[in-house]
C-alpha cells in the first residue's frame, strides 16, 4: 500500500519536472529562432528598399549575402531558401515577359479549343452524310491523324496525343454510322484486343527497366574484349542479335550504343558499328515472339506461334545480318583499317540504358515513328547515366548488389511467357504479369529494410516506364480496330489481294513501308485485313509479315525507334551518311532473307509432300531426321 500511495506522486513530480524542461528547451529555441528573426528581419527590409532605388543591384534578398566585387570570386549559389512565400515568384521573370507569355498560352490554348471545337461541331452537323459516307469520313480523318504521326517532329507535337484523338474520332464516327447499341458491343471487342497487348508490353518494359535498375546488362556488355576490328563488329553484332530476341530493339540499342561510347574512342568505327547495332537489334526482334511489339501484336492475337515462329524465321532473320555484316568485313574502311583498335580500359562504367528510351528519343535530331521527344542529341552518352531517375550507370558508382540475380530472374521470367502459354495455356498478357508479379516479390524481398535501395525497387520502375509510348500503342491499336469494325480493312485486303495475288509480295510491300512509316499501324491493319479462316496461325502470310515488319524498319535510319535512337546518342549519325553506308546492304540482307524463308517452305513443302505429312513441323522432323 505504501508503494500504491507512493507511486502516483512519484509518476507527478517526474512529470511535471520533464515538462518543465520540455517547455525550457522549447522556449529557449523559440527565443533564439525570434532573435534571429529579429536581426535578419531589418536587413532584408533595408536590401528590399535598396533593390527597388537601385535596380542593378544583385544581392539576395532569401540570403542576406551581398554580391561578390569584382575581384573577388563568385559565390556559389545559394541553397533554395526555405521561405516559401519568397521563392514562389522566378526572380528573372520581368512584368511585360509574364504578360506576352500568358497572352500566348492563351492564343495557343484559344487555337487548340478552336481546332477541337471545329471538328466536333463539323462532325455534329453533318451527321447524316457522315452515316452515308462512314468509309470516306474514317479514310479522310485516319490519313489526317496519320500524316500527324509522322510529321509530330516538325509541328512539334505529340504522336502519342495525335493517336489518341485518331482513335476518338474514328469511334465517334463509327457511333454516328453503327448506333450506340452496336457501339458497345464492338467497343467491348477491340477493348479486349488492345488491353492484351498493353498489358503484355507494360508488363515487359517494367521488367527490363527493373534490370536495367540494377546494371543487369553489364553482366553480359562487360565480356566483349576484342582483338581486331572484325572481332569487334562481330562480338557487337552477336550479342545485339542474341540480346534483341528476348528484349526489345530499342533496349538492345540503347545499351549496346552506350557501350560502344566507352569502349570505342574512335568516332568513326563507332558510329559504324552503331549502324551494324539497329540492323541486329531489328532481325533479333523479328524471329521470338517478344522481341518486337509487331511480333508481339501477332503472337497474342493467335497468328503466330512460338515454335514455328522461332524455327522458320531465325535463318532468314539471321541471314538479313549476316549479309551486311560480311559486306562491311571486307568492303568497310572502319573494319578493313590497318590500324590498330584503340579500346578504352573500362567499358564496364558504360551507363545502363533506360527501357524506355525517353532521353535517347528525346535526343533524336531527325523526325522519325521510333521517337516520342525532340530536340538535339549529343554526341556521347553522359557519364551519369540515361536512365530517367533510375539511379543507375555513372562511371563513379558502384553496381548496385545482386545484378547478377536480378539479371537472371528477369530474362527468366521473360522467357518463361511462351512456357507458361504451352504448359498452363495462359495467354501472354497474363503470363507476362504473372512473372512480373514474380520479380516484383523477388526485388522487394532482397531490398526489404534498405531504405537506401528502394528506387530498385519494382514500385520505382513503373513510375519510370514510357508511358507516353504506352498511349501511343493504345490509340494506334484502338484507331485501326474501328477501321476494322467498320469493314475498311477487309476491303483494302481485297483490293491489295487482287494486286498482289501472292503472299510473299504483299509482305514485301509492308517490309518497304515500315522504313518509312510506322510499323505498327501497318502491322495492326494488315492483322485486320486478312482473315484467319483463309491465312490460319503460321501460315506463310503471317510469318513473312513479322519478318518483313522488324527487318524492314532497318532499310532507313528513321524506319525503326532502334534507328532513331541512334541518330538521338551519335550525332555524327545522319540520314543522308546512313543512306549511303548502310541503306543498300541492309536492302541486299533484307532481300536475302525473303528469298531465304521462300526457299526454305518450298523445301519443306516438298519434303512434306515425299514424306505424305501435312504440316510444316512433320516436314522439318523429316528434314532433320
Known amino acids: 500500500m505504501p508503494c500504491s500511495r507512493a507511486l502516483p506522486s512519484f509518476c507527478c513530480k517526474q512529470g511535471k519536472t520533464l515538462f518543465q524542461r520540455s517547455y525550457k528547451t522549447l522556449h529557449g529555441e523559440r527565443a533564439a529562432i525570434g532573435r534571429l528573426w529579429r536581426c535578419r528581419l531589418p536587413a532584408c527590409n533595408a536590401l528590399r528598399k535598396e533593390d527597388a532605388q537601385s535596380p542593378a543591384r544583385t544581392t539576395s534578398v532569401a540570403t542576406c549575402q551581398p554580391a561578390p566585387s569584382d575581384g573577388a570570386p563568385a559565390a556559389p549559389p545559394p541553397l533554395p531558401s526555405n521561405d516559401y512565400l519568397q521563392s514562389l515568384e522566378p526572380a528573372a521573370a520581368s512584368p511585360a515577359s509574364t504578360a506576352a507569355r500568358d497572352a500566348q498560352d492563351v492564343g495557343r490554348l484559344v487555337g487548340v479549343c478552336v481546332a477541337v471545337g471545329g471538328l466536333a461541331l463539323a462532325t455534329e452537323l453533318n451527321k447524316e452524310w457522315i452515316g452515308s459516307h462512314q468509309e470516306l469520313a474514317m479514310t479522310a480523318v485516319f490519313v489526317a491523324g496519320y500524316a500527324g504521326i509522322i510529321v509530330e517532329e516538325g509541328l512539334g507535337l505529340s504522336k502519342a496525343a495525335v493517336a489518341l484523338i485518331l482513335a476518338a474520332g474514328l469511334w465517334s464516327i463509327r457511333a454516328t454510322a453503327a448506333g450506340l447499341e452496336a457501339l458497345d458491343l464492338e467497343m467491348a471487342s477491340a477493348l479486349g484486343e488492345v488491353s492484351a497487348v498493353i498489358f503484355f508490353l507494360l508488363g515487359a518494359m517494367t521488367v527490363v527497366e527493373v534490370v536495367d535498375s540494377h546494371q543487369g546488362f553489364k553482366v553480359i556488355t562487360q565480356s566483349l574484349r576484342p582483338a581486331s576490328r572484325t572481332q569487334l563488329l562481330l562480338a557487337v553484332v552477336g550479342v545485339t542479335f542474341v540480346m534483341s530476341s528476348v528484349l526489345d530493339n530499342l533496349t538492345t540499342t540503347i545499351v549496346m550504343v552506350a557501350l560502344l561510347n566507352k569502349l570505342c574512342p574512335e568516332p568513326d568505327t563507332r ?169 516484383w516479390l523477388v526485388t522487394d524481398a532482397i531490398h526489404f529494410g534498405e531504405g537506401d535501395r528502394r528506387h530498385l525497387t519494382v514500385s520505382q520502375a513503373l513510375k519510370r516506364v514510357d508511358s507516353e509510348a504506352i498511349l501511343f500503342f493504345t490509340g494506334v491499336l484502338l484507331a485501326v480496330a474501328a477501321l476494322d469494325k467498320a469493314g475498311l480493312l477487309r476491303e483494302l485486303a481485297a483490293a491489295l489481294s487482287a494486286a498482289l495475288p501472292r503472299p510473299e509480295l504483299v509482305a514485301g510491300v509492308i517490309g518497304f513501308a515500315s522504313a518509312v512509316v510506322d510499323n505498327v499501324p501497318l502491322v495492326a491493319a494488315t492483322m485486320g485485313m486478312y482473315d484467319m479462316a483463309t491465312y490460319p496461325m503460321d501460315s506463310d502470310l503471317w510469318q513473312l509479315i513479322a519478318y518483313c515488319a522488324g527487318t524492314g524498319g532497318s532499310l532507313l535510319v528513321i524506319g525503326s525507334a532502334a534507328g532513331v535512337t541512334l541518330m538521338g546518342m551519335d550525332r555524327s549519325v545522319s540520314f543522308g551518311w546512313y543512306a549511303r553506308r548502310v541503306t543498300p546492304w541492309a536492302t541486299a540482307g533484307y532481300l536475302a532473307g525473303l528469298a531465304a524463308y521462300v526457299a526454305q517452305q518450298q523445301v519443306m513443302t516438298a519434303a512434306a509432300a515425299a514424306a505424305g505429312t501435312t504440316t510444316a513441323a512433320e516436314a522439318a522432323a523429316v528434314l532433320v531426321s
Open 271 to 439: 558510329r559504324f558499328l552503331g549502324a551494324a547495332v539497329v540492323v541486329a537489334a531489328n532481325a533479333g526482334g523479328a524471329w521470338t515472339p517478344i522481341g518486337d511489339v509487331t511480333t508481339t501484336m501477332l503472337w497474342i492475337h493467335g497468328q503466330i506461334s512460338t515454335a514455328a515462329t522461332m524455327r522458320d524465321l531465325v535463318l532468314p532473320s539471321a541471314l538479313s545480318v549476316a549479309v551486311p555484316v560480311a559486306a562491311w568485313a571486307l568492303t568497310a574502311p572502319e573494319i578493313t583499317s590497318k590500324e590498330p583498335l584503340l579500346l578504352s580500359s573500362s567499358p564496364s562504367s558504360a551507363p545502363a540504358a533506360s527501357s524506355s528510351g525517353q532521353n535517347a528519343e528525346a535526343a533524336a535530331a531527325g523526325p522519325g515513328q521510333g521517337s516520342s521527344g525532340s530536340g538535339s542529341g549529343s554526341g556521347s552518352v553522359p557519364e551519369s547515366g540515361s536512365g530517367s531517375g533510375s539511379g543507375s550507370g555513372s562511371g563513379q558508382e558502384a553496381a548496385p548488389p545482386r545484378s547478377n540475380l536480378v539479371l537472371s530472374v528477369g530474362l527468366g521470367s521473360l522467357l518463361m511467357v511462351p512456357v507458361l502459354r504451352a504448359w498452363a495455356g495462359l495467354p501472354p498478357h497474363m503470363g507476362m504479369l504473372a512473372c512480373l508479379g514474380f520479380l
